[in-house]
């Protein structure tokens, strides 16, 4: 589930068959990221100034654990490097498996957990808490973080007022993407508002060409489309009640976005396929069809986080000139910031397992990886010009200035029984509204149903 | 070697001090050699099956007995309950349709010259893996019909008779003289002779548009008769241009039908020309101009074969592709071994050739089809790989069997002591299969 906010990890089995299909490796697509980096003609590291200070750890030997695979891998490696360089220790990357909890609970059952872990949901990092496996970060560590990253950046991680995670690494998922030759040939603007998206998706209509795609197939699209809608129309308190499931699905707010929601998912003309053609459609063909086809693509616009960059790069598509991006409309008063991210969390708490959260903390670290493309850092002391293209400095801006406005992905915070498994919960009750969007009160119905089911038993 | 250890306790002929078997051997020494087998058996068997069971009582946190809390919800869930109903769709089906087949290729090969390359065909899905299968069928099933064999095959044979039209998803733009009428357009206003009509419409693509389209011009007033336009009121980077008359780079709407209406009879129609224009007689004064739906039908899309209606019959489809190959080489093995005389006998005696199959053939097969019935019915029972690729993440729900929702609890929803009861649940499922395939292999020993 949490791959949502990642870029180069496969969703699950069905994503990478389906990635296999498209004849693209996430592997491959990953690679991409360091073309960048030779564009760019930056060295890692090599205009990085040290603003952290770290202990010298010679001999000490360090274990950290990510779902990351690909070229994700390979650049968090590099930040890994830079630690070592600067401290002596040696650090050695461990690949884990979603979820990467259950991972980490046979590491541990076995004796042997990494030392610092990425985990990718409030949920993980409370489970991980609860059970008693992840250590409370310590001063200079929680001092960093106090330097760098917003309130709420820094609250996300606490569990019961203790600082136990360091996010590293966040996604911002109110993003549109568009293919940008549709949009001229339409004579459509980038919306701000939703009306205004509604205005453009009709001269996109009118142009012949279908508005969007939405990933139907994959349930978590449609959650993260529900999301923007809310946050931005009922605003941020709503929002943390209904993922806490204070209120209840049935909630008129609810009710409110979901009919707002189906003046575009009710439009069989405004989704590729249609209803039925659309809960076929996988997440990364969601984007490569957009993005192929010349001025004629299957459609013009596809919703999801910045992490669309990557299937993006499956195509013959560039982003920043045929692909370009504009932030979730306004629906309500603001314009959502709906985020995801990975936290680093200490597992076996030791002064090298502090002071590489410490450095992870830093903007040295994120500064690193930006520099090498498919990365997006909450931490909001790193300078957009790191980030390699215009597009990612336009995401990275709309990510930290909504300060703490942003709000944590919902269905990510909520139960996995409820809204992280494939073809349950959450995600097969918004595929049925997709399915049927004249229903809303019976997919609020389903959607209280299952909600109080799942946050029932407390997953 | 269980034999062996059986034949152990017979006494020996010659059994000095009664410790030795046929062979010679020591028990301890047959002893020592069953061990690793009893081990790996033990530990990789028995104990899981045993956790499993304990587990299936355990709370899903690994605390605690519930008692039989997870089997009440292993019968309440929802999932669940379609996983069993798909089961049992799946037991029922999957390995008759596929003995069934199995068993007219074994018959029929045996007569053809070329029998042995067509088994060989039909044996090769044998070879591949399930999980490659299922990528197979994903695409062959794909509502694309440029991508998916199936709809391309289906959507060719609809197209053969019935076309699609040349303007799908033309609509009225904005402030358009045209409404809606059942699928098609209807002008608001009836048109008067020697007034031209305008009838622009929007949202054609244009690599969609029919040949022969040119640029679209403004219908000269003709006394006497009704003209007027009908073409794509929009330009390209700048929107729709002059609202409602045709700017110079839109195109006219070739061979678009044109109805004139008077008290719902069509009085009198045109097909407009490359340009867009056309012209009607003066019957069509004072009517009202429909573009019937027929210029506007969507093109056949195909069967969504992966829809929650046909999703578990089309992965059933996939299973037999592969699995008929096995039924058939069992049964034409068996087929080998009935004697011909008996097939010679009936012939003589004047029975047709179904009378041969229905009446010889398939009874002396009987014991071969059981095996393969039952092995399939084991085998089907834990399908697991093919439904979880197949099947898309809308339509799994409706494609779930036990095996996928045993995983999709213990492993993403974090509830191991549902999937443990799940677990045992198949086991007990299979036993009976079992039960029937040892016995029958006893009784074939004793014969």
Not at chain 2, 65 to 80: A, H, S
């Amino acid at each position: 589930m949490h791959s949502k906010i990642s870029t180069c990890r496969p969703h699950r089995a069905v994503t990478a068959v389906a990635a296999l299909l498209a004849g693209a490796l996430a592997l491959s697509a990953c690679s991409s990221g360091d073309d960048d980096k030779e564009g760019t003609g930056q060295k890692p590291g090599a205009t990085t100034g040290s603003t952290v200070s770290l202990p010298k750890l010679d001999g000490a030997k360090l274990e950290v654990a990510a779902v990351w695979t690909g070229g994700e891998q390979a650049n968090f490696k590099k930040v890994l490097a830079e630690f070592e360089k600067r401290t002596g220790a040696s650090v050695t990357f461990v690949p884990a498996q979603d979820p990467i909890i259950n991972f980490l609970g046979s590491k541990i059952a076995g004796g042997q957990p990494p030392d610092v872990a990425l985990l990718p949901q409030p949920g993980a990092i409370k489970q991980a808490v609860q059970k008693g496996w992840a250590k409370p970060l310590g001063a200079e560590a929680v001092k960093e973080l106090a330097k760098n990253y917003s309130q709420g950046w820094q609250d996300i991680g606490k569990v019961d007022g203790k600082q136990y995670g360091a996010y590293y690494k966040a996604a911002n998922k109110s993003l549109i993407w568009y293919n940008t030759q549709v949009f001229e040939n339409a004579g459509a603007k980038e919306p701000k508002t939703w009306q205004e998206l509604l205005t453009a998706s009709q001269a996109v209509y009118d142009s012949g060409v279908t508005p969007f795609s939405v990933a139907g197939a994959d349930g978590w699209p449609l959650t993260d489309w529900f999301e923007n809608i809310y946050l931005s129309q009922a605003g941020p308190q709503k929002y943390d009640e209904l993922a806490q499931h204070k209120i209840k699905w049935t909630d008129p707010s609810v009710k409110q976005a979901l009919t707002t929601l189906a003046q575009l998912w009710g439009k069989k003309d405004y989704l590729a396929g249609g209803q039925k053609g659309a809960l076929q459609t996988e997440f990364p063909q969601s984007v490569t069809q957009t993005f192929t086809g010349g001025d004629q693509p299957k459609s013009g616009m596809v919703y999801e986080g910045d992490f669309v960059q990557v299937n993006i790069g499956e195509t013959k598509s560039k982003v920043g000139t045929d692909a370009k991006v504009f932030p979730f409309p306004a629906v309500g008063d603001s314009a959502p910031v709906v985020s995801g991210g990975d936290a680093a969390v200490i597992l076996k708490d030791s002064k090298a397992a502090q002071a590489l959260v410490t450095f992870l903390a830093s903007p040295d670290a994120a500064t690193i990886q930006a520099r090498l493309g498919g990365y997006l850092s909450p931490n909001k002391n790193v300078p957009l010009t790191a980030y390699p293209n215009a597009v990612q400095q336009k995401i990275a801006k709309a990510l930290i200035e909504a300060g703490d406005d942003f709000r944590f992905d919902m269905s990510d915070q909520a139960p996995q029984a409820f809204g992280g498994t494939p073809g349950k919960g959450e995600w097969k009750d918004l595929q049925d509204f997709l399915r049927n969007p004249g229903d809303v009160a019976g997919a609020q119905a389903k959607l209280e149903r299952d909600a109080a089911a799942a946050y029932g038993n407390g997953g | 070697m269980a034999s062996a250890a059986a034949a152990g306790a017979a006494p020996g002929p010659a059994a000095p001090r009664g410790r030795k078997s046929v062979t010679g051997t020591r028990k301890t020494v047959a002893a020592l050699f069953l061990l690793p087998a009893l081990v790996l058996l033990g530990a990789l068997v028995v104990y899981p099956i045993g956790y499993s069971v304990v587990r299936s009582f355990a709370g899903n946190s690994g605390g605690g007995f519930v008692g039989f809390d997870n089997y009440e919800t292993l019968f309440t869930d929802d999932g669940i309950r379609t996983a069993l109903k798909n089961n049992v769709l799946w037991v029922v089906f999957a390995p008759t349709v596929a003995t069934a087949l199995g068993l007219v290729f074994a018959v029929l090969t045996e007569r053809v010259r070329w029998g042995t390359a067509f088994k060989l065909v039909v044996f090769m899905p044998m070879a591949i893996s399930m999980l490659a299968a299922g990528i197979i069928f994903r695409l062959v099933y794909d509502q694309d019909p440029d991508k998916g064999v199936a709809n391309a095959v289906w959507v060719g044979v609809h197209d053969t008779f019935a076309q699609s039209s040349a303007f799908p998803k033309a609509h009225p733009g904005r402030k358009s003289p045209l409404v809606a009428d059942g699928g098609g357009f209807v002008t608001r206003d009836t048109v008067r002779a020697g007034q031209p009509v305008a009838l622009p419409l929007v949202g054609v693509a244009p690599d969609r548009l029919p040949d022969g389209v040119r640029k679209a011009v403004a219908a000269k007033p003709e006394p006497g008769k009704v003209t007027g336009t009908t073409w794509q009121d929009f330009t390209r980077g700048k929107g729709v241009g002059r609202l409602g008359a045709p700017d110079p780079s839109e195109v006219g709407y070739a061979g678009m039908r044109i109805e004139a209406v008077k008290d719902g009879e069509v009085v009198a129609s045109a097909t407009a020309s490359g340009d867009g224009t056309f012209t009607l007689p003066a019957a069509a004064d004072g009517a009202r101009l429909r573009l019937p739906a027929d210029n506007f039908r969507e093109p056949y899309n195909g069967v969504s074969w992966l829809g929650p209606a046909l999703v578990t019959p089309a992965i059933i489809g996939a299973y037999v592709w592969m699995w008929a190959g096995f039924a058939m080489v069992l049964i034409a093995a068996g087929l080998a071994g009935v004697p011909r005389e008996l097939l010679e006998a009936a012939r003589v005696d004047g029975a047709s050739e179904w009378q041969v199959f229905r009446k010889v053939t398939v009874p002396l097969l009987a014991p071969v089809l059981a095996v393969v019935v039952v092995t399939l019915m084991i085998n089907v029972l834990k399908v697991f790989d093919l439904v979880f690729i197949i099947a898309p993440g809308s339509s799994q729900d409706d494609a779930n069997v036990l095996a996928l929702e045993l995983y999709r609890k213990g492993f993403s929803e974090g509830q191991p002591g549902v999937a443990s009861a799940i677990s045992v649940f198949l086991l007990l499922l299979v036993i009976p299969v079992m039960l029937f395939n040892i016995r029958r292999l006893r009784r074939e020993v004793r014969r």
